[in-house]
């Protein structure tokens, strides 16, 4: 597999540092990963990347390593000699997951190649099959190669999905009262779909799957949504005051009400600490 890469997360765990994880023990860890999905029922690393995704900007507690550890390595956590090494990369990659959601993005009205790049960087990992030809060149666009039928992102948004049934109760009040986060994880669970069997097991219409244009288009968008949830959980933390509610005011992407013609998140609803 290849990954495409994105870099960045906020919230240490661990005792581990926040900030981007290496490319070392990246490598480590999504070969530990390969195998735990493989041999013993855990998550590989696209997966990892969705889960703590979840973790890091859901509401309430802040599940533990004891919450999330067998979710991660399945039948692998207890295993004879299972190595506190591999509990550290997770812990890097949870701290790198919450470095990245704090990176500040890039001026959507900005169309530089060094914007595109930022924000591309803001991805999560993501796991495509490798390319037939060794030999293309590293600058070509990594998914001209993904067959058009590939489920892109459907581990992210399963593992994403897997850490919000961790906190349930406190994501569903979370979307009960916020109608754009409840649209917002109704379309990752239709980015979970792969095959008719699994929408009929879920109560999902299968005609009505994303195809792999659409998939790309809202794993483009998910850096935005999860700052958005990062930023709103701060709001929270800092100011513990009853919370307006949402649906008193405008959807993220809707036009600002002031008139100044920028979308509601990006102007007066901008999340701005003080």
Known sequence: MTQVEGKGGPVGDGGVEEGPIDEQDLAALESLAEGWALEHGGMPLEALDGLFSALV???GRTPGPAEYLELAMGSALSAKGSPQSAIELLQKLR?????????????????SEE?????FELLPFLGLPAAENSDADESDDPLDHVPRDFPIGA??????????????EDWSAWASADEDLARDLEDLARLTLIDPAQAQELGMDWSERFDFDERWDLLA???ALLQD??????EGELTPIQPVRRGEQPGRNDPCPCGSGNKWKKCCGANTLH
């Open 57 to 59: 900007v859901g509401p």
């Open 95 to 111: 701290s790198h997951v919450a470095w990245r959601v704090a990176q500040p993005m890039a001026d959507e009205d900005d169309e």
């Open 115 to 119: 914007a595109m790049l930022q924000d």
């Open 155 to 168: 581990l992210w948004a399963s593992g994403f999905l897997q850490g919000v049934a961790l906190r349930a």
């Open 221 to 223: 968008s998910v850096p």
């Open 229 to 234: 949830l990062h930023l709103a959980r701060l």
